[in-house]
């Protein structure tokens, strides 16, 4: 299936994946883009951090995993 709009793109991956967890990776990839194409660099990275960090805690439940608290889960930890 190829997503044609964020609506397709999210509602193909809650399939697999936890609503609220593709909310917050999508949300935080559109910021990400955002700032990258208006060439915010470091504003875009912060951004990246975010959306890697949505991702992984989606593949983390995904697999069967208990998240741990959010102060200890973290992208750069």
């Not at 609506?7 to 990776?25: G, I, P, T, Y």
């Amino acid at each position: 299936m190829a997503a044609e709009t964020p609506a397709d793109l999210e509602q193909f991956l809650q399939a697999k994946f936890a609503a609220k967890h593709v909310r917050a990776a999508l949300k935080h990839f559109q910021a990400m883009t955002t700032e990258f194409q208006q060439g915010a660099w470091e504003e875009a990275i912060g951004k990246g951090g975010k959306f890697v960090e949505a991702a992984l805690k989606a593949l983390y439940v995904h697999a069967g995993k208990t998240l741990p608290a959010a102060r200890d889960f973290k992208a750069a930890s």
